[in-house]
Every structure is written in C-alpha cells, then in structure tokens.
C-alpha cells in the first residue's frame, strides 16, 4: 500500500514540475516578446515614429469623434481573437505546432508591448492614461488567456509526442477532452473581449482624449 502511494505521489510531483517547467517558458517568452516589442517601439527611425504617431492620431480622434465603424470592428476583433484560439488550439494536437505555438505567443507579446511603447512614447505622460485605458481589461485578459491556451497546447502538445515517440502510456482521450474544454472556455472570454473592445474601451478612452 505504502509502495503504491509513494508511486502516485512521486507522478503527482513529477506532473507538476513538467507543468511548472512549461509555465515557466512560456512566462518567459512572453515577457521577452512584451520587452521587445516596447524596445523596438523605441528604437524606430524619425519616419516609422512618424507614421506610428500618425496612425495613433487617427486612432484615438476617430474615438474622440465617435467615428467608429461598429459592425466593422466588431468582425475584425471576432475574427482575431477567434483565429488566433483556435490557431494555437489546433497547434497544439499537431507535433510540429510547438515551435510555432512559442513563436506565436512571442509575437502576441510583442505587439501589445509595442503598441503600449508607442502610446506612451507618442503622447508621453497624457500617454500612460490613454495607454491604461487601451489595455484594460480586454487586452491583459487575451494575454492571460494566451498564456493560458499557450501552456495547455504544449502541454498537449509534448503528451502527445511522448505517446507517440516514446510509447508512454497516456489517457489520451481525457487530455483531449480536457484540452478541448480549456480552448471553448478561452475561445469564449475572448469573444466577450472583442465586445469590450469595441463597445466599452472607447468610451474608457474619451476620459482621457
């Protein structure tokens, strides 16, 4: 008996530094992608500096004037978020979509960081408001929940190639039943974020116009 739990115990531990060891990657890809993406925000030429502050002008005065194509926004943000779920999702049941699942989640970061560098950069302190109000809440809730699909799709991902490969005994169709919850729950916060984004941010960002 004594032999058998120690057995179950050394998995659970075993399980959970694999998970911790994931999570760890991927936290830290993320965060590499979020610095260099505020990094080259940064280091852009007069004209690339030019062309961002241009596009931001437009941005936030098309808020400011209420000229926001809502039917169109609202397509464009469903359209992201649902292609980039379920792209890292179908990644994951794939073996070759781990390296582009770690590139994938490198550029989610990127562009968020570099988006928030150049808010910040273009309209200095006024910028930090406008740039808190841009990212809250839906953009932080998509990078957490890519960060969540991001660690189950590896995860999923290495499982299936040790079952494949190396003949490790898995049950394979609960880690798929639970993969597969996991992607509807993310795919369904991220819906709901499209609809902050394009229905609630904007009146957030007139505050601070």
Same mark, same amino acid.
């Not at 943000?77 to 979509?97: K, M």
């Given at each position: ?23 760890? &990657? ?8 979020? @610095? /260099?993406? *505020? $990094? +080259?925000?940064?280091? #852009? %030429? ?44 179908l990644l994951g049941i794939s ?10 989640? &490198? ?8 988006? @928030? /560098?150049? *808010? $910040? +950069?273009?309209?200095? #302190? %006024? ?35 040790k079952y494949l490969f190396r ?43």
């Amino acid at each position: 008996m004594d032999i058998k739990l120690n057995t179950v115990k050394t998995k659970v531990n075993d399980k959970l530094k694999e998970q911790k060891k994931i999570y760890i &990657f991927i936290i830290i890809v993320m965060l590499l992608g979020l @610095i /260099s993406g *505020i $990094i +080259y925000a940064v280091i #852009l %030429n007069q004209n690339d500096h030019t062309i961002v502050k241009d596009s931001l002008n437009s941005f936030f005065l098309s808020i400011k004037d209420n000229n926001i194509d809502y039917k169109s926004a609202i397509i464009n943000s469903l359209i992201g978020n649902i292609t980039f779920t379920t792209f890292i999702f179908l990644l994951g049941i794939s073996i070759i979509g781990i390296p582009i699942i770690i590139l994938s989640l &490198f550029l989610k970061t990127f562009i968020f960081g570099f988006s @928030i /560098s150049s *808010i $910040i +950069y273009t309209y200095h #302190l %006024n910028g930090i408001l406008k740039a808190i109000t841009y990212t809250l809440p839906h953009q932080l809730i998509t990078i957490l929940m890519a960060l969540f699909l991001g660690f189950y799709a590896l995860y999923f991902g290495i499982k299936l190639f040790k079952y494949l490969f190396r003949g490790k005994d898995i049950n394979l169709r609960y880690s798929m039943k639970r993969y597969l919850q996991v992607y509807i729950t993310v795919l369904i916060i991220n819906i709901a974020c499209s609809f902050i984004e394009v229905f609630l941010s904007p009146t957030l960002i007139k505050l601070v116009i």
